[in-house]
């Protein structure tokens, strides 16, 4: 959380509110629909930077060097099996969610109210 930044510069990170609105007009749209990610991951490098590489895929699975913002691997695939292939309309949709929890999340904790 550390990164944000709003849409107007403001380095401020108790600043979520545009974060959270953009986030809540896309969910209305039904931006997050379907099986696609660009519009997470786009929004996500508006707010966060280009640099933050947070979403991209090396961060998604538990490893021995930590936790991954999906979990475990296998909870993704199309049998439930730790090498079988991924099923991406599963993956696309915990990342859509992961990133309207973060704007909810986020917004709640860093507001003064």
């Not at 809540?24 to 707010?47: M, N, P, T, W």
């Not at 909870?75 to 992961?98: F, I, P, Q, R, S």
């Amino acid at each position: 959380m550390q990164q944000y930044g709003d849409r107007h510069q403001n380095p401020d990170p108790n600043q979520w509110t545009h974060f959270y609105n953009d986030v809540a007009v896309l969910e209305s749209r039904h931006a997050f629909e379907g099986d696609q990610i660009d519009v997470a991951l786009a929004l996500f490098k508006v707010y966060f930077g280009e640099s933050n590489n947070l979403l991209d895929e090396e961060n998604w699975w538990n490893s021995c060097g930590g936790a991954g913002i999906l979990g475990e691997y296998k909870n993704y695939t199309h049998n439930g099996e730790a090498g079988d292939e991924l099923d991406l309309v599963k993956v696309h949709k915990a990342l859509n969610e992961w990133l309207i929890n973060l704007a909810k999340v986020g917004f709640h904790l860093c507001s003064d109210t």
